[in-house]
C-alpha cells in the first residue's frame, strides 16, 4: 500500500479510535481506579482495597451472586437445549408454515421488555392464568406464589429469560444447520443411520462452533442480567431474585450513592466475563 492510501486509511480509522477509546476503555479505566475510591459525589477519597474486602462480609453481595450463578447454571443450558431442537425441527423440509413458527418463536426477543414483564406478572400472579390453568387440570391442589415464594421466584425468572432468548439463538442455529450439505444426510441414511444417530454424529460436530458462541453469549448476558429481576419480581422477595446488575443499580441509586463499592462489584461481573472469554478462546483454539 502506498504512504498516501496508507493516510487516507487512517483518516477512516482514526475517529473509531478515538470514540472507542472515549466511550469504552476511558471509563472502564474510570471505574477500576474508583473501584480503589470511596465517598459520594466528587468527593472520592482513596481507600485502598476497602471496597474489595467489603465483598467478603457483604450478605446482599454473597445472595446476588450465589442467584446470578443459579441462572446461568440452570437457564443457560435448558435454553441452549431447547434452541437446537427447535432449530432442528423448524429446518424439516416436510415442515410446512416454517417462516410463521420461525418469526414466532424469535418474536419475544423484540418484544418490549416493560410489557412482556406486565404480562408475566399477570400470567403468574396468584389469581392468574397459569395456576388456574394448574388446578383446572388437577396438576395442582392450591394456587403457586410464583412471585412471593423465593424457590419458585427463581423459576419465574428462568422461565422469563427462557421464553424471551430461546428464538434469539433459534436463529444461530438455523443459519448452522442451513449450511449443513444435504448429502452428508443422505450418506448416513444409506448406512442406516436413524434420526437420533444423524444428530449425533453430524448435526451436533458441525454445529460445535455456533454452539460455543451461543453458549458464551448467554453466559456473558446471563451474567449481568438485570431487567427480567428488576421488572418482574423487584429482586425479591427478601432478595430472592436479585442479581449482581441489580444489586450494582441499588448501590447507586436505591440506597446512599457508593460509587466506589458499585465499582468493585461491577469488576466481579469484568473478571467473571474475562475468564469466560478465555475459556472460549482456549476451546476455539483446541477446535483449530
Not at 475517529?15 to 472507542?20: A, E, K, R, V, Y
Not at 472520592?44 to 450478605?59: M, P, V
Not at 413458527?101 to 416493560?114: E, N
Amino acid at each position: 500500500m502506498s504512504p498516501r492510501l496508507n493516510r487516507r486509511a487512517w483518516v477512516f480509522i482514526i475517529p473509531s479510535i478515538i470514540l472507542i477509546v472515549a466511550f469504552v476503555f476511558y471509563p472502564m479505566i474510570q471505574a477500576f481506579i474508583t473501584s480503589f475510591e470511596t465517598g459520594t459525589g466528587n468527593k472520592l477519597a482513596f481507600a485502598g482495597i476497602k471496597n474489595y474486602k467489603r465483598l467478603l462480609t457483604d450478605t446482599t453481595f454473597r445472595k446476588a451472586l450465589f442467584n446470578t450463578l443459579i441462572y446461568l447454571v440452570v437457564q443457560v443450558p435448558i435454553m441452549i437445549l431447547l434452541a437446537l431442537a427447535i432449530s432442528s425441527m423448524l429446518n424439516s423440509k416436510r415442515l410446512k408454515f416454517k417462516g410463521l413458527f420461525r418469526t414466532a418463536i424469535f418474536l419475544p426477543c423484540v418484544t418490549s421488555l416493560v410489557a412482556y414483564s406486565i404480562i408475566f406478572k399477570s400470567l403468574f400472579a396468584t389469581d392468574g392464568f397459569v395456576n388456574v390453568l394448574l388446578m383446572n387440570l388437577h396438576v395442582i391442589a392450591e394456587p403457586i406464589s410464583w412471585i412471593t415464594d423465593p424457590v419458585w421466584a427463581k423459576i419465574l425468572i428462568i422461565l422469563a429469560i427462557t421464553w424471551r432468548w430461546t428464538g434469539y439463538n433459534m436463529v444461530f442455529y438455523l443459519s448452522g444447520l442451513q449450511g449443513i450439505d444435504d448429502s452428508i444426510y443422505e450418506a448416513a441414511e444409506i448406512d442406516g443411520a436413524g434420526a437420533l444417530q444423524k444428530f449425533k454424529s453430524i448435526t451436533l460436530p458441525m454445529l460445535k462452533p455456533i454452539i460455543l458462541f451461543t453458549t458464551i453469549n448467554s453466559t456473558i448476558g446471563t451474567l449481568q442480567l438485570f431487567d427480567e429481576p428488576m421488572n418482574i419480581t423487584q429482586g425479591g422477595p427478601a432478595n430472592a431474585t436479585i442479581t449482581i446488575s441489580q444489586y450494582i443499580y441499588n448501590i447507586l441509586f436505591k440506597y446512599s450513592p457508593d460509587f466506589g463499592y458499585a465499582a468493585a462489584v461491577s469488576y466481579v461481573i469484568v473478571i467473571m466475563i474475562m475468564v469466560l472469554s478465555f475459556i472460549q478462546l482456549k476451546v476455539g483454539d483446541k477446535n483449530e
